[in-house]
């Protein structure tokens, strides 16, 4: 009962509620819905118990889905390591009248603690992030010090698996049109070379398959270009020691300058085209 008690606590039940956001649900939605098509699709197009092929074909998929989770629900619950409550430096090296790191360590009002070095205070979390990277809301938990890797891995991992799954629909709807347009439109699967193997499952693939499997196709292909996307830019950041949060605050700093001096840009814009006009 004790142990019991100690698994469920007040912090936890917290951490759970990071599920109950537009990010999470969403994020899980997608990876729902592809894994359980492309699971159905693969059944319909490389049946896995009867070759080599099949076999490997389903086990990957089931390890996307396994890796794709673990790595995201990692990033989600372990979190980015905040800075404890009122911390401050243990060891200060520094003159007794006024200790070093008092000096270079900047303090947040809030947690009432400095801030340790890269660490940055998230308005999101309210608190302190270790290495804060920036607060992503499809974790709905900062990136940062602790679970940088695990969020990474997931974004390497996202597209990997939805490129196997866009190919599983891909070739399901093409073997599917083709028993179609070679049998006829009504038939629910005829394989002549089937009768003379083991029988196969016969699913019929209808119209809401069709669709179902389109839609799962957008949603693999739109996860590819755009986690695919941000997988290439976190490791231009991450091979650079760079944060995105810098990237972020520049670019902000550029459309607020762009808009302050929207006139002067338009000039100098001008200018410029003046310039090159001319030349
Ligand atoms: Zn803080
Ligand atoms: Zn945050």
Same mark, same amino acid.
């Given at each position: ?16 509620? !990071? ?8 994020? #899980? ?5 592809? @894994?359980?098509?492309?699971?159905? $699709?693969?059944? #319909? ?51 007794? $009248?006024?200790?070093?790191? !008092?000096?270079? /360590? ?15 205070? *998230?308005?999101? *979390? ?6 804060? $990277? ?5 974790? @709905?938990?900062? *990136? ?17 698996? *939805?490129?196997?799954?866009?190919? %599983? ?11 179609? /347009? ?7 699967? %005829?394989?002549? @070379?089937?009768? !003379? ?9 209808? #119209? ?21 996307? +941000? ?6 950041? %991450?091979? !650079? ?10 670019? +902000?700093? /550029? ?25």
């Amino acid at each position: 009962m004790d142990t019991f008690c100690s698994v469920i606590k007040f912090e936890n039940l917290q951490e759970l509620k !990071r599920l109950c956001h537009w990010g999470p649900i969403i994020a #899980l939605g997608v990876i729902a819905v592809c @894994s359980t098509m492309a699971m159905i $699709d693969s059944v #319909l197009w490389y049946w896995p118990l009867h070759t080599t092929g099949g076999s490997v074909n389903f086990i990957m998929l089931i390890n996307w889905t396994v890796m794709i989770l673990y790595n995201y629900f990692n990033a989600m619950f372990i979190g980015p390591g905040f800075v404890p409550l009122g911390w401050k430096p243990e060891n200060s090296q520094d003159r007794e $009248d006024v200790p070093l790191w !008092r000096m270079y /360590l900047q303090y947040c009002k809030v947690c009432q603690a400095y801030k340790a070095p890269r660490s940055h205070h *998230c308005i999101k *979390c309210n608190r302190c992030v270790m290495k804060m $990277d920036h607060h992503c809301p499809w974790i @709905s938990n900062s *990136c940062g010090y602790q679970n940088h890797a695990s969020f990474t891995l997931f974004l390497l991992l996202a597209p990997l698996g *939805c490129i196997h799954s866009a190919f %599983i629909f891909v070739m399901t709807m093409y073997t599917q049109l083709h028993n179609r /347009l070679s049998f006829g439109w009504n038939t629910v699967k %005829i394989d002549m @070379s089937a009768s !003379r193997r083991d029988p196969l499952p016969i699913i019929p693939f209808g #119209l809401a398959a069709f669709a179902a499997t389109l839609f799962a196709l957008g949603l693999a292909l739109g996860t590819t270009i755009a986690v695919g996307m +941000l997988f290439f830019i976190q490791m231009k950041i %991450i091979l !650079r020691n760079n944060i995105s949060l810098n990237f972020i605050t520049c670019l +902000l700093i /550029l459309q607020i300058f762009v808009k302050s001096n929207k006139d002067q840009w338009m000039f100098y814009i001008k200018k410029k085209a003046v310039m090159i006009k001319t030349v």
